[in-house]
């Protein structure tokens, strides 16, 4: 497997519209835990990582409003590719690229 360690560009699908985040992650045996950067600040990141599955948690909040953004994908070399579940706010696709 790769090394998921270090920063990453985001770029996210929905169903209407795209969003670019980014993140900096650090993987401790399967624990994977970093910073997280969105249009609406920066947030803890948490998830675990089995074999070439990689699945991480966030919470994204903006004002009194929140949403926890589910992230699930196959790391493949330097990219990770998947699906974000956003709760009631459906879900839509993802794929992080190691830029560092």
Known sequence: MSDLNGNWDIRLEF???KARHSAQLELEGEDLKGRYRSQYGEQEVHGRVQGNV???????????????????GKVEGDVIRGEVNMGEYWTGSWEARKVS
């Open 15 to 17: 169903l209407r519209g």
């Open 54 to 72: 990689v699945e991480m948690r966030v919470g994204i909040h903006y004002q009194a409003c929140g949403c926890s953004y589910g992230f699930r």
